[in-house]
């Protein structure tokens, strides 16, 4: 009985009593009988579609702009064991993409000089290797990961709701067509997105076994800062989160029968349980209000927890702050161990080679950085990242070019890419959270992380998709889980219905996956006059263009405006720039990379107003007739 009062959201309420038509109570009694295999089946089934949707992208698609260099990166690891490549990125993600690299074996120049795209065109494109080849198998790692990290998105939300629960979140996040994209790719920010949830789901798990867990907890957040330093807002977030975890453990809960925070005449559960059905007095509070309300009592409730898990005489207190500061501190030191061991995988003796200058950062960040209790390399690459930080990046948004950052463009972003149904059913899974009292102790495990990263990736100078916000699905998928409600038989039946309508528009963009934007805003095809770059355009689809260029225009004019990492040239794809020459001299065939298209100014510009749509390829690449 107390193992159940340990942790309040395991706690099920008892579903309303009532007559059940005959056939409803034999469908139900044949699902209970059969509850213990038909949940991993489905599970292994949204995973399966998860995994045959990311391998055939990953089979289809040339490279994007940024995964040569990682995966160059990851050869020069494997083969000559230094940190000289791609600095502003920790090694952690490159060596998983090297485990897959070190497959496919592709011949590799370790004397050849020039910059990191440059070695990236070179091993991919000049040294006698397969391309494609070489690119699924740096992309596997990737794609295993994705579909581990959906096991930890169903467990988190198994945890908090049931089975059925984590049924919804493992849906939403295994048809993601976000997700599918990035997870798809030998990139880094899915392998991020999805070590921050991994932390999370074990720092809450720490509320029953502290010592078991935090540990745990601090690798998967090592793990994160040693694939993308954006993690690195985290870090304060899961410390406190792994405090208030020791404090809320049941060495530190009340003992039974202590007083309850609730205030008094209150039902636990809730006030929907304190008044009989058709008899609730009306909320005066407006829905802001009461969000707002929610939210203030969910913090009350967090902060009374650790409160009473600090009660006591004082040298009894003084005993639980110790144990709570030193589960935070286990947590940042074992993230920190976890990051200098990424860099001794590739080099014992951490030499630091950088094939470009590192560029200097004084004041303040300078001093800030330089204190920090981590590699030389590391420390490096967040130079670098500043100095990216400070270059006057474009951006494109709802169709308006513009040279800087806007700090509301991610989740204008979020909003264009994440599905619907994704969207609704997180937002209301967040406002459940903090509402519902049985889900409120969760609410800082799914909701800080998320908010806090999404924060401070709103404050970035690269407006370039919502790549660098990948965790806000990934948790919206779990908060999604809260949704349903025992007892209010519609919840189910609506998040089922909005499961349902994100299934259709993931199949509905197959195999096209990157340029996905929801029904709201026309869907892929449309995606391209509101965002650019990685939302829509990275550079995938240079193979997609030769085979359409060799079935449908043999023989014709080609000019060509592509922007990706890919060589046109390997593909068999022979066309001229005609930006180089007279408007008047450009006839046939005018194919535009949409990224370029979204640019497009001056003499691109009157190029694409004198020509005449002829189509697209992938939604990413746009043809036009002169």
Not at 580 to 592: A, I, K, M, Q, T
């Amino acid at each position: 009985m107390m193992a159940r009062e340990q942790h309040l959201v395991l706690t099920r309420e008892p579903a309303a009593a009532g007559p059940r038509p005959a056939a409803g109570r034999r469908a139900y009694a044949w699902l209970r009988r059969r509850r213990r295999w038909l949940v991993p089946l489905l599970a292994a089934l949204l995973l399966a579609q998860m995994a045959a949707a990311m391998v055939t992208t990953a089979v289809q698609q040339t490279p994007t702009i940024d995964e040569p260099v990682y995966v160059a990166t990851a050869t020069d690891y494997l083969h000559e064991h230094r940190i000289r490549y791609n600095p502003e990125h920790p090694p952690l993600g490159k060596l998983l993409i090297a485990a897959g690299v070190a497959v496919a074996g592709p011949h590799y120049d370790p004397a050849y000089t020039g910059t990191q795209g440059d070695v990236g065109r070179h091993l991919l494109y000049e040294s006698g290797n397969d391309p494609w080849r070489v690119m699924l198998w740096a992309r596997l790692p990737v794609i295993v990961l994705t579909l581990l990290f959906g096991l930890v998105a169903f467990a988190f939300a198994s945890e908090l709701t049931g089975a059925a629960g984590g049924l919804v979140a493992l849906a939403l996040y295994a048809l993601s067509p976000d997700l599918i994209a990035h997870g798809s790719l030998a990139t880094l920010d899915m392998p991020m997105a999805g070590f921050v949830l991994t932390s999370a789901w074990l720092v809450w798990r720490a509320r029953r076994r502290p010592a078991l867990y935090l540990p745990l907890a601090g690798a998967a957040l090592g793990a994160a800062l040693a694939t993308k330093m954006s993690a690195l807002p985290a870090v304060p977030v899961l410390m406190a989160l792994a405090a208030l975890s020791v404090l809320a453990s049941p060495a530190h809960r009340p003992e039974a029968g202590a007083p309850s925070t609730a205030a008094p005449g209150k039902d636990v559960r809730g006030e929907r349980d304190a008044h009989p059905a058709g008899a609730r007095p009306r909320n005066p509070l407006s829905l802001p209000a009461r969000a707002a309300l929610r939210t203030a009592l969910s913090a009350y409730d967090a902060l009374s927890a650790a409160l009473s898990a600090l009660a006591g005489p004082p040298e009894a207190r003084r005993r639980k702050t110790l144990r709570a500061l030193a589960g935070a501190v286990v947590v940042g030191l074992v993230a920190v161990a976890v990051v200098w061991a990424a860099y001794l995988a590739v080099d014992p003796r951490l030499r630091f080679s950088p094939a470009e200058p590192v560029p200097a950062l004084h004041g303040l960040r300078g001093r800030l950085v330089d204190l920090l209790p981590l590699p030389g390399a590391y420390r490096a690459g967040m130079r670098v990242q500043f100095a990216l930080e400070a270059y006057p990046w474009q951006g494109y948004l709802f169709g308006h070019l513009y040279t800087g950052s806007l700090w509301y463009y991610l989740p204008a972003a979020l909003l264009v890419k994440t599905p619907l149904g994704l969207l609704v059913l997180g937002a209301a899974g967040a406002v459940a959270v903090v509402a519902a009292r049985r889900l409120r102790p969760a609410s800082p495990y799914l909701l800080l992380p998320p908010g806090v990263l999404l924060a401070a990736a709103m404050t970035g100078s690269r407006d370039f998709g919502t790549r660098y916000a990948l965790f806000v699905p990934v948790f919206l998928a779990v908060a999604a889980a809260c949704v349903p409600r025992p007892g209010r038989r519609w919840t189910a039946v609506a998040t089922a219905a909005l499961v349902l309508f994100t299934a259709v528009s993931s199949l509905r963009t197959f195999p096209y996956y990157l340029p996905y934007s929801n029904e709201a805003f026309g869907g892929p095809a449309r995606t391209h006059r509101l965002l650019h770059d990685s939302n829509v355009d990275w550079g995938q689809d240079l193979g997609r263009l030769a085979d359409r260029l060799r079935q449908r225009y043999p023989g014709e004019r080609v000019w060509l405006v592509y922007k990706g990492s890919g060589v046109p040239s390997y593909y068999g794809i022979r066309a001229a720039d005609p930006r180089g020459v007279p408007p008047e001299r450009v006839h046939g065939l005018l194919v535009v990379s949409d990224s370029a298209l979204a640019k497009a100014r001056g003499r691109l510009a009157e190029l694409v107003a004198g020509s005449r749509p002829a189509g697209d390829v992938g939604h990413s690449i746009s043809l036009f007739r002169r």
